[in-house]
């Protein structure tokens, strides 16, 4: 099992920052790779960024150039620097482990841009 818990979420200016972090515990030695969805009211779920264990990232179409994965060495956390904020980033932010055990989620932060 593995638990994962968010943080740094909450409100910004359009053109603001924002920095959210993903504390993981309990089997993060399996983990395989780390992300970040999100989901805004009455959508679907979406991918934000990815990192796999060699340090390769990715990033969904809406947010490449302005958001930025990365994470410490020990692989507990994870970070995901968001700038440039628009009021379409307005959503809950989750944190997702990939591992050998199964994928595990974060309960989320919620994000707010403010026009």
């Known amino acids: 099992q593995a638990q994962l818990e968010e943080s740094g979420g909450g409100l910004a200016q359009t053109g603001g920052s924002l920095r959210l972090s993903c504390t993981a515990s309990?089997?993060?030695?399996?983990?395989?790779?780390m992300a970040w969805y999100r989901q805004a009211s009455g959508e679907q779920r979406e991918f934000v960024a990815g990192?796999?264990?060699?340090?390769?990232?990715r990033y969904g179409d809406a947010v490449k150039g302005r958001f930025t994965i990365s994470r410490d060495r020990s692989n507990t956390r994870t970070y995901l620097q968001m700038d440039s904020l628009k009021p379409e980033d307005t959503a809950v932010y989750y944190c997702k482990m990939t591992s050998a055990w199964g994928d595990f989620w974060g309960q989320g932060t919620q994000v707010t841009v403010s026009s």
């Open positions: 309990g089997r993060v030695f399996s983990a395989t790779a």
């Open positions: 990192i796999v264990g060699g340090g390769t990232t």
